[in-house]
């Protein structure tokens, strides 16, 4: 059954901390070099931006959870809601606070350029860890290749069997069905 053996594969990746997308076997140790060499800079280029916007936006994440869990009842899609709502207004409050900081003591460019800035480095520090994570996975599957190559080339086969079996069912389903002639 396609269903059960998918579920079991990705189970199996989420035991290993495994992205599906980082099953891929390295094509030379120059591209997973380079590739980490890219990720290495891309993450130092990051690393200031995304340290302030934790800094920055780390208080209303925290509250906006808070108040989330407190006014939900334990209700996953009302958590939801009232996260995007804590959301929309804690982080634009955060971002005037910093910008009448910034005014206070630096003028209005200063605050202008802050309600650019700050706004930026929280994005930067949403895309930062989640690169963080990726590669955190990828780093995983490298050392699966090496460390545990068997391990490794199975969830490779599982993968292809899945794939084969969902396109063979894919062209069951498209196959010209007998035509039936009616009296």
Partial sequence: DVCSSDLRFEEELNQAGVDPE???PPSST??????VGTRSALFLL????????????????????????????????????????SAMLLFP?????????????????AALISLFVVPLCGYIAILFFEELDRS???????????????????LLAERK???????????????????????
């Fill in 93 to 109: 409050i955060t971002w005037s606070v910093i910008a009448v900081i910034c005014f206070s003591f630096l003028g209005w460019l």
């Fill in 136 to 154: 955190l996975g990828g780093l995983r599957a490298l050392a699966f290749f090496l460390v545990r190559r068997r391990f490794f080339v199975r």
């Fill in 46 to 85: 990051m690393l200031v931006p995304a340290i302030l916007g934790t800094l920055v936006h780390y208080p209303a994440y925290q509250l906006g959870g808070y108040l989330a869990t407190k006014l939900s009842r334990d209700s996953e899609d009302v958590i939801s809601t009232i996260k995007i709502i």
């Fill in 22 to 24: 980082e099953l891929t």
């Fill in 161 to 183: 069997a899945i794939r084969n079996e969902i396109v063979s069912l894919g062209r069951e389903s498209l196959a010209p069905e007998s035509l039936e002639v009616s009296p």
């Fill in 30 to 35: 120059f591209s997973v070099f380079r590739h």
